[in-house]
């Protein structure tokens, strides 16, 4: 079956993005594909350029390296993203932000829903928003719904750490940057949160920058 001619221009578009070499170009904030919001993936790509992208998304995020990258982070405005967290953090860090690790993942259409009521707030940072950090208050556990890039459904509850990554990166493929959600008071640059906050939780942060904590 032929691709849709409105499709065309996105596949198009990654096309355009894999004929470099190397990771890809990551968009920072400012540019108007973060903010737009994204098409929902019914095809756009064709299996194989589709493969091809998610493999480039993966290499992007693990030499950025993050634990998560959305498709709008490299320019393209579908409903796409990929997660990975080894989780190489010591015990105590481990324990208090419930950050254990994540098989690489593809989320396609995904959205969540709380589970529960409980929040957890933590200094969170974007590979778009390069060089800070700021603390924000999450879900603490959310049900995830979408496909995965095989177009299987997946329902499937996150806690901890891994709920807060699907969090972040879904936000992405609605517009909404970490910053939009986070606590202003809180924001730090790379150099403070080395030098200052980079205890497991943020409670010195808060007590010292003024702001409160759920």
Sequence with gaps: MATPRHHAPLADLVEELLAGEGPLPIVAAGDPVLRRGTERFEGQLDPALLARFVEALRVTMHAAPGVGLAAPQ???PLRIAVIEDPAPVPDEIRVARGRVPQPFRVLVNPSYAAVGTARAAFFEGCL???GWQAVV?????????????????????FSGWPARIVQHETDHLD????????????LSSARAMAER???????EAARSLGFDLP
């Design 175 to 186: 517009g909404t940057l970490y910053l939009d959600r986070a606590e202003p008071r809180s």
């Design 137 to 157: 208050a999450r879900h603490a556990e959310v049900r995830l719904t979408g496909e995965d890039e095989r177009g299987r459904a997946v329902d499937e509850v």
């Design 197 to 203: 906050w980079a205890q497991p939780t943020p409670a």
């Design 74 to 76: 490299v320019g393209v």
């Design 128 to 130: 778009s928003v390069p």
